[in-house]
């Protein structure tokens, strides 16, 4: 089985992302909590402070089985390079105020690209990539105070609100507004200050 949801539809009906999954998960299991014990016996799930959480190892787990379940005709090598070449336009240290690099490291840069082409289809070169990744980090004009961590800027979580006022959580991509709007695009530091918080 593969399923694509889009948050976007969510929203429209009125569930969070994270509302949907529970609610499909729930309609889809005859027993949850047999399921849920059998997670926690293969520490899959953990429980802290009387909560289900997801254990480390299995985090990454599914994080791999989100991206190796979408569709991309690059192989992980491919990624690996362009993330490499990514990191060597991106500013080299650590985020002023915080213990985060700006390059982050090559997998978790992979990854999130991987997970972005599985988003938006394979239309754009690595050449498309690259120069959006220069026309960024130049908008800053050499004060990166808020420049985002490179994986930010392939996608992020942002908070909106709907009709009634009510936040949501969804994803959100400059990379993808670098490559659709080439010759719109010229933003000043100050734009990206609520990047700045991670």
């Given at each position: 089985?593969k399923?694509?949801?889009?948050?976007?539809?969510?929203?429209?009906?009125k569930l969070t992302?994270?509302?949907f999954?529970?609610?499909?998960?729930?309609?889809n299991?005859?027993?949850?909590?047999?399921?849920?014990?059998?997670?926690?016996?293969?520490?899959?799930?953990?429980?802290?402070?009387?909560?289900?959480?997801?254990t480390?190892?299995?985090s990454?787990?599914?994080?791999?089985?989100?991206?190796?379940?979408g569709?991309?005709?690059k192989?992980?090598e491919?990624?690996i390079?362009?993330?490499?070449?990514?990191?060597?336009?991106?500013p080299?240290?650590?985020?002023?105020?915080?213990?985060y690099?700006?390059?982050?490291?090559?997998?978790?840069?992979?990854?999130?690209?991987?997970?972005?082409?599985?988003?938006y289809?394979?239309?754009?070169?690595?050449?498309?990539i690259?120069?959006?990744?220069?026309r960024f980090?130049?908008?800053?004009?050499?004060?990166?105070k808020?420049?985002?961590l490179?994986?930010?800027?392939?996608?992020k979580?942002?908070?909106?609100?709907?009709e009634?006022?009510?936040?949501h959580?969804?994803?959100?991509?400059p990379?993808?507004?670098?490559?659709?709007n080439?010759?719109?695009l010229?933003?000043?530091?100050?734009?990206?200050?609520?990047?700045?918080?991670?």
């Amino acid at each position: 089985m593969k399923i694509t949801i889009d948050e976007k539809k969510c929203l429209k009906y009125k569930l969070t992302f994270k509302e949907f999954l529970a609610a499909l998960t729930i309609k889809n299991l005859k027993d949850p909590k047999s399921v849920i014990d059998t997670l926690v016996n293969r520490d899959v799930l953990d429980i802290k402070d009387d909560k289900y959480v997801v254990t480390d190892k299995w985090s990454e787990i599914l994080d791999k089985i989100l991206t190796e379940s979408g569709g991309t005709e690059k192989t992980d090598e491919e990624f690996i390079e362009m993330a490499k070449k990514m990191r060597e336009l991106y500013p080299e240290g650590i985020k002023p105020g915080t213990t985060y690099y700006y390059r982050c490291n090559t997998k978790e840069v992979a990854n999130k690209l991987k997970r972005f082409f599985i988003q938006y289809g394979d239309k754009y070169t690595e050449q498309d990539i690259l120069d959006a990744t220069q026309r960024f980090v130049a908008a800053f004009k050499g004060d990166y105070k808020y420049l985002p961590l490179i994986k930010y800027f392939i996608s992020k979580q942002k908070s909106i609100q709907d009709e009634e006022g009510v936040s949501h959580n969804i994803e959100h991509s400059p990379l993808a507004d670098y490559l659709e709007n080439p010759d719109e695009l010229d933003y000043t530091v100050n734009n990206w200050e609520r990047y700045a918080r991670n």
